[in-house]
């Protein structure tokens, strides 16, 4: 039986394990679903058990269990891991979506539920392929399936360090990005990092009426919109200084068709000059990700005394993020305006990475990925983050990080109406099977 064959064959069972898996809402974020983590991470354990996966764990490290698996390689025959991730982001307005989120749905052509893209489909990719081997595969397969992506992977240096035999290997492939298009391959070669702080304006030390006193004391909410606004130039261009660039991409993205995967509403401009592609994937970009003050129903003729936000910033490949954490915090402090206090309070950071496809291990994926999909991967870069990549990169010298998609630029993660196209997830199962036998090679 050809592998396409028994791809074909598993991806059913995969399909009824995976909408089993989508079904428990492990959101990492909320402590409520704790046990809900904790359970997916025992399904998954199961899952790998009857596989027949002769060592299977978890493993932990002060945070959310991460499952492991490992099939021993065949002698002389190198080492994979393959990661994905089970915990899952909340599901916002549950009014907004088309159908409960937490109970997959097909329609289409698609399976729509909040963790089906991003990143359990990545998780059924990796299943569909040592199903395929019947649990034999032709190398030595590592699998981890982390829980804490969605909340920034607190633990993971913690676990590298704890268990880094374990997860050593000679090639990683990390099923968490997205394809250039339905049907259409991607391998993402780089990603940016980023830095995130929370930064409290005071003016007073206690509210003051705005009739009395307004227009003589500043208050905090307008201090904290002022001091966000520096954040960009009058083009939209991040102002931080100390922050640096990665080259531009050679790959062009149509502006019509980010109009459409964006949803920008009519007459809203474009931030930031230079390439859309290098603006979203190899330059920094700031974001105000929320504010805490008075909400609007509770408003009064007052003046606030304290105002806070979060901002979040994307790093250039190649970017230390120690180094640009200490830029955003010198320069919200230096940007103070009337003089108020600011304070910051740094949160998570990581590193971008740019990797090289330059060897025969990539060309073996590049050449699987091309039968599987009937079109070559096309290289981009991705301007999420995934500190991951860095972390296997740095650790395992001269390894191969590959990182893989599932998911196409329609399938709205983190977002209303997840969803995943059943087609691309068949082809991605047979592209890393055909990976994996072309590597035995």
């Not at 991607?186 to 009426?209: C, E, I, K, N, P």
């Amino acid at each position: 039986m050809s592998l396409n064959d028994r791809v074909s064959e598993v991806l059913p069972s995969v399909f009824t394990d995976l909408e089993r898996l989508i079904a428990i809402p492990s959101v990492s974020s909320l402590d409520d679903h704790h046990e809900h983590v904790l359970s997916a991470a025992h399904d998954i354990q199961g899952l790998l058990t009857d596989l027949g996966c002769p060592d299977v764990r978890l493993l932990e490290a002060g945070g959310k269990p991460a499952v492991y698996g490992h099939f021993p390689a065949p002698e002389g025959a190198p080492t994979v891991l393959l990661y994905a991730h089970y915990d899952v982001q909340p599901t916002g307005d549950l009014a907004a979506w088309s159908s409960k989120p937490f109970s997959a749905i097909e329609r289409e052509g698609r399976l729509y539920a909040r963790g089906s893209a991003d990143d359990k489909g990545g998780i059924g990719v990796h299943l569909a392929t040592l199903r395929a081997f019947d649990g034999k595969p032709p190398v030595g397969v590592k699998i981890f399936i982390e829980g804490e992506e969605e909340i920034g992977s607190p633990s993971m240096s913690a676990l590298l360090d704890t268990f880094g035999d374990d997860l050593a290997a000679d090639v990683f492939v990390i099923a968490d990005s997205v394809n250039w298009n339905v049907g259409e391959p991607a391998f993402t070669t780089t990603l940016r990092g980023m830095v995130d702080a929370t930064v409290t304006v005071s003016t007073l030390r206690t509210g003051l009426h705005s009739g009395q006193f307004g227009g003589v004391v500043p208050d905090a909410l307008t201090a904290l919109c002022r001091l966000m606004a520096t954040l960009h130039d009058d083009r939209g261009n991040v102002a931080i200084e100390g922050l640096t660039t990665y080259p531009d991409p050679t790959v062009d993205y149509d502006e019509s068709r980010m109009r459409e995967e964006t949803g920008i509403l009519d007459g809203v401009q474009w931030i930031g000059d230079g390439p859309a592609t290098a603006r979203m994937w190899t330059k920094p970009a700031a974001s105000v990700l929320a504010i805490d003050a008075t909400p609007v129903r509770d408003a009064s003729n007052t003046l606030v005394p304290s105002a806070r936000a979060k901002v979040s910033v994307r790093l250039a490949p190649g970017q230390d993020p120690d180094a640009a954490e200490t830029a955003l915090r010198e320069h919200l402090i230096a940007h103070a305006p009337w003089g108020a206090q600011v304070e910051v309070e740094p949160g998570q950071n990581g590193a971008g990475s740019a990797i090289s496809l330059d060897d025969d291990r990539a060309r073996a994926a590049l050449d699987a990925f091309t039968e599987a999909f009937g079109v070559a991967p096309v290289e981009i870069g991705v301007g999420g983050s995934i500190p991951i990549v860095a972390e296997f990169s740095e650790r395992n010298p001269g390894a191969l990080v590959l990182v893989t998609a599932v998911t196409d630029p329609t399938s709205r993660m983190h977002g209303i109406d997840e969803s995943l196209d059943l087609g691309d997830l068949a082809k991605a199962s047979l592209a890393e099977t055909l990976f994996l036998e072309r590597l035995a090679r």
